[in-house]
């Protein structure tokens, strides 16, 4: 039987992960190169879905505190193997049951992961709770619904335990974040190399 948030999945490819992302290494400079010039010294940020650290190493040293956190242990290990910085920190969390009081964090990064949760929606509540009014949400997500062949790519991928419960067009995305409480501030449309991404920084 297949689970219900794929996180068995990732705890069976955490170590592959850093390689496997090397391919993806221009994407997520991409994704830094934008979320960087709304950071500042005077910040804390929270991020989600961290993975094994590809926005968390290169964008904590823009910010005051930055902590990373997954579902994942296996991914959060891998994460740990590699941090020098008293600036980052990194745990296991549920993005949907946070422990931090409302207003803790002044921007939440969480990249590439709403698609592949089942409640999204409780995420975003958890996150509209933990920002200070005005924080920022970043939010690049793979818009599967642009893309022709995305179907046949998930089928492929699910035979290895891995499911999107989400393929949102661009605009289906937007209004997904708009009617959860979330003003968007910018978006655009990044080519991934395969499927479409949508950067978005909302309020």
């Known amino acids: 039987m297949q689970e219900p948030d794929n996180k068995t999945y990732w705890q069976k490819v955490s170590k592959l992960y850093d390689p496997f992302m090397k391919s993806n290494s221009g994407l997520y400079k991409d994704i830094c190169l934008r979320i960087r010039p709304y950071l500042s010294k005077d910040m804390n940020v929270l991020e989600l879905a961290c993975g094994t650290g590809q926005l968390s190493y290169p964008l904590s040293r823009q910010v005051r505190l930055w902590e990373a956190t997954d579902f994942s242990e296996a991914m959060i290990a891998q994460a740990k193997k590699h941090n020098r910085s008293s600036r980052l920190h990194f745990s296991v969390l549920d993005a949907t049951s946070l422990p931090y009081a409302p207003g803790t964090f002044d921007a939440v990064v969480i990249s590439n992961a709403l698609h592949i949760m089942p409640c999204p929606q409780q995420a975003l509540a958890e996150i509209r709770r933990v920002l200070k009014p005005g924080g920022l949400l970043f939010c690049p997500t793979f818009v599967h619904g642009e893309y022709t ?14 499911r999107t419960y989400h393929q949102w067009t661009q605009s289906q995305f937007l209004k997904f974040l708009a009617d959860h409480g979330f003003s968007v501030a910018e978006y655009r449309t990044l080519d991934s190399g395969r499927i479409p991404l949508c950067f978005v920084v909302a309020k």
């Open 149 to 162: 062949g995305s179907r046949i790519r998930m089928k492929l991928m699910e035979k290895t335990g891995f």
